[in-house]
């Protein structure tokens, strides 16, 4: 199955709208999101798609301290 360039996604978090670019990964919007151990854990533990932006950010943020 080709992978296509842009995929319109619903984010399973926070139900926002956003383009997902797994055929062009450096421009892709998760592409600048600076993830943790503790925030990779979580997000393995439960979602199985992709989140937004804002949400990867926010999940970072909570699981630093």
Request: aromatic letters at 4%; glycine letters at 2%.
């Amino acid at each position: 199955m080709p992978v296509h360039e842009h995929e319109n996604k619903i984010c399973p978090r926070c139900q926002a709208a956003f383009q997902c670019k797994p055929g062009d990964i450096v421009h892709c919007q998760c592409y600048t999101a600076q993830l943790n151990d503790a925030a990779r854990i979580l997000l393995a533990q439960e979602f199985t798609d992709c989140l937004c932006i804002n949400c990867l950010k926010a999940i970072s943020t909570e699981t630093q301290a």
